[in-house]
């Protein structure tokens, strides 16, 4: 366990508790097969008492187990100078000396993964280093930016975050308040309002039109006119107009369109095959490196072989380091089958006959199934993907709200998409329905969407809108 403890910066706080493995099961949980294979063969390279069980070894080579030194004495190396061997630094164990191979080999990283600009992660994480934050306040400062989107908002509540760091909401809130001063600014807004709000306050227009329409009247900006909004807020239209012109100079999305992204190829991390009439899930790690704990280092420490003290301080803490990262791996492992499985359980129909069949799900809904966390099922869901009989899917495609019905139904937005798509394939070109046409279309078939649902669903089934759909008779 180690302490964690925040600076008189952000305000004195009572000692907290957190654990490292804990920590180091999250972000592992957040990154897809790919990225978790480099982790891997990093790990491999910096720890000596990590080792990759190679294929031809016997199965009865169990991580973490420990053999009888008399059943292994004839595999056991000679008597270890420990001064030598590691140094005052340690340095040697960064050379990859234990390994037989380099983690800057070509067998280790897939040519395609290669990031030649700065991703939106490591920006974050640069600005993180440089912060005056302790290191149990960086870890959870870590944690906050791996829930932050490539748009650069964050996508996990402050509680849920809290409750899987098992500390108090407002430790994480303090340093979430830190990691807002970041640029770009707006980076960790919850939302809009928020974002554009960041974005006046730097500009120092807190006492302004614009700050006030912002912050209290954002939902109006779509459905009310200047005049509409001038009566509202008892000014003139000319100053509300003034107004809409800075709002419209901000950006709604604090990251969008500046960052890298890495080149990564789609490779699945759960893949779905039907076995009879079960459906079944593996976990796709034909790839990983399979790690146990180095038996030689371990019997060494069980023995108590003679070894400066600092060293044998060193090599526990390797262990328990081993220990973490094994278990890490594990506990993603179980994890994301056992969501999988729980997915698999409510969308059968889809997995039996198809994308007409998927219905609506949530992530609270299968947070329930499982007894996690929603968080959780977020992180299993963030940029992973899954090989189905039906094709390859990104895990979050799964997840979806439904629009009601009369009948008390939810459809799911694909279904609904589909039928807006078909009544456009009917209209007379001549005359293309307007959204509200579309909406009011719909409502006949027990479908309620407002106008603007309406055109956010065309626009994106990449539809024009009807001005430009309109075909002009020959001979008119």
Same mark, same amino acid.
């Given at each position: 366990?180690?302490?964690?403890?925040?600076?008189?910066?952000?305000?004195?706080?009572?000692?907290?508790?957190?654990?490292?493995?804990?920590?180091?099961?999250?972000?592992?949980?957040?990154?897809?097969?790919?990225?978790?294979?480099?982790?891997?063969?990093?790990?491999?390279?910096?720890?000596?008492?990590?080792?990759?069980?190679?294929?031809?070894?016997?199965?009865?080579?169990?991580?973490?187990?420990?053999?009888?030194?008399?059943?292994?004495?004839?595999?056991?190396?000679?008597?270890?100078?420990?001064?030598?061997?590691?140094?005052?630094?340690?340095?040697?164990?960064?050379?990859?000396?234990?390994?037989?191979?380099?983690?800057?080999?070509?067998?280790?990283?897939?040519?395609?993964?290669?990031?030649?600009?700065?991703?939106?992660?490591?920006?974050?994480?640069?600005?993180?280093?440089?912060?005056?934050?302790?290191?149990?306040?960086?870890?959870?400062?870590?944690?906050?930016?791996?829930?932050?989107?490539?748009?650069?908002?964050?996508?996990?509540?402050?509680?849920?975050?809290?409750?899987?760091?098992?500390?108090?909401?407002?430790?994480?809130?303090?340093?979430?308040?830190?990691?807002?001063?970041?640029?770009?600014?707006?980076?960790?807004?919850?939302?809009?309002?928020?974002?554009?709000?960041?974005?006046?306050?730097?500009?120092?227009?807190?006492?302004?039109?614009?700050?006030?329409?912002?912050?209290?009247?954002?939902?109006?900006?779509?459905?009310?006119?200047?005049?509409?909004?001038?009566?509202?807020?008892?000014?003139?239209?000319?100053?509300?107009?003034?107004?809409?012109?800075?709002?419209?100079?901000?950006?709604?999305?604090? !990251? /969008?369109?500046?960052?890298?992204?890495?080149?990564?190829? @789609? &490779?699945?991390?759960? *893949?779905? +095959?039907?076995?009879?009439? =079960?459906?079944?899930?593996?976990?796709?790690?034909?790839?990983?490196?399979?790690?146990?704990?180095?038996?030689?280092?371990?019997?060494?420490?069980?023995?108590?072989?003679?070894?400066?003290?600092?060293?044998?301080?060193?090599?526990?803490?390797?262990?328990?380091?081993?220990?973490?990262?094994?278990?890490?791996?594990?506990?993603?492992?179980?994890?994301?089958?056992?969501?999988?499985?729980?997915?698999?359980?409510?969308?059968?129909?889809?997995?039996?006959?198809?994308?007409?069949?998927?219905?609506?799900?949530?992530?609270?809904?299968?947070?329930?199934?499982?007894?996690?966390?929603?968080?959780?099922?977020?992180?299993?869901?963030?940029?992973?993907?899954?090989?189905?009989?039906?094709?390859?899917?990104?895990?979050?495609?799964?997840?979806?709200?439904?629009? !009601? /019905?009369?009948?008390?139904?939810?459809?799911?937005?694909? @279904? &609904?998409?589909?039928? *807006?798509? +078909?009544?456009?394939?009917? =209209?007379?070109?001549?005359?293309?329905?307007?959204?509200?046409?579309?909406?009011?279309?719909?409502?006949?078939?027990?479908?309620?969407?407002?106008?603007?649902?309406?055109?956010?669903?065309?626009?994106?089934?990449?539809?024009?809108?009807?001005?430009?759909?309109?075909?002009?008779?020959?001979?008119?």
């Amino acid at each position: 366990m180690v302490e964690l403890k925040l600076t008189p910066s952000l305000g004195q706080r009572p000692e907290l508790v957190i654990q490292p493995g804990l920590i180091q099961s999250l972000k592992l949980l957040m990154e897809p097969v790919l990225n978790l294979e480099m982790i891997i063969r990093q790990r491999l390279a910096e720890n000596p008492l990590l080792e990759e069980v190679e294929s031809q070894d016997s199965g009865d080579d169990i991580p973490e187990s420990s053999p009888e030194p008399e059943q292994r004495e004839d595999k056991q190396p000679e008597r270890i100078d420990w001064q030598e061997f590691l140094g005052e630094d340690h340095e040697y164990l960064r050379d990859g000396g234990f390994r037989d191979y380099s983690v800057n080999s070509e067998e280790d990283y897939p040519e395609t993964i290669s990031v030649s600009e700065e991703s939106l992660f490591d920006h974050l994480m640069s600005q993180l280093g440089y912060t005056k934050l302790n290191e149990k306040q960086k870890e959870i400062g870590a944690y906050i930016i791996g829930n932050i989107n490539d748009a650069g908002f964050l996508t996990v509540s402050v509680e849920d975050m809290a409750a899987e760091l098992k500390v108090e909401p407002e430790t994480v809130r303090e340093v979430l308040k830190v990691i807002k001063t970041f640029d770009p600014t707006g980076i960790g807004s919850r939302d809009l309002r928020e974002c554009l709000l960041a974005q006046l306050e730097e500009q120092g227009l807190q006492n302004t039109l614009a700050w006030t329409i912002v912050d209290l009247h954002l939902k109006n900006l779509e459905n009310k006119s200047v005049m509409q909004l001038s009566k509202m807020l008892d000014t003139t239209p000319e100053k509300i107009d003034q107004a809409l012109k800075v709002i419209r100079s901000l950006s709604p999305r604090p !990251a /969008t369109g500046r960052f890298a992204k890495a080149a990564t190829p @789609i &490779v699945p991390d759960l *893949i779905v +095959e039907k076995v009879g009439d =079960e459906f079944v899930i593996f976990h796709n790690d034909k790839n990983l490196p399979q790690l146990r704990i180095n038996q030689s280092y371990r019997n060494l420490i069980k023995r108590g072989t003679a070894a400066p003290e600092q060293t044998k301080l060193y090599i526990k803490e390797k262990l328990e380091q081993a220990r973490w990262l094994i278990n890490a791996i594990n506990q993603r492992r179980s994890t994301m089958i056992n969501v999988m499985q729980a997915i698999v359980e409510e969308q059968r129909e889809f997995f039996e006959n198809g994308e007409n069949f998927l219905k609506p799900l949530t992530m609270e809904q299968i947070a329930d199934k499982v007894g996690m966390n929603v968080a959780t099922i977020s992180r299993v869901a963030h940029g992973k993907y899954v090989q189905t009989p039906m094709g390859m899917y990104e895990i979050k495609y799964f997840f979806n709200t439904g629009v !009601a /019905t009369d009948n008390g139904e939810d459809l799911p937005k694909r @279904i &609904v998409k589909s039928k *807006i798509e +078909e009544i456009i394939k009917t =209209e007379n070109p001549a005359t293309p329905y307007s959204d509200q046409e579309l909406a009011r279309l719909l409502t006949k078939q027990g479908i309620k969407l407002a106008r603007r649902t309406v055109t956010k669903y065309r626009e994106e089934l990449n539809i024009k809108a009807a001005r430009y759909r309109k075909e002009i008779p020959r001979g008119s």
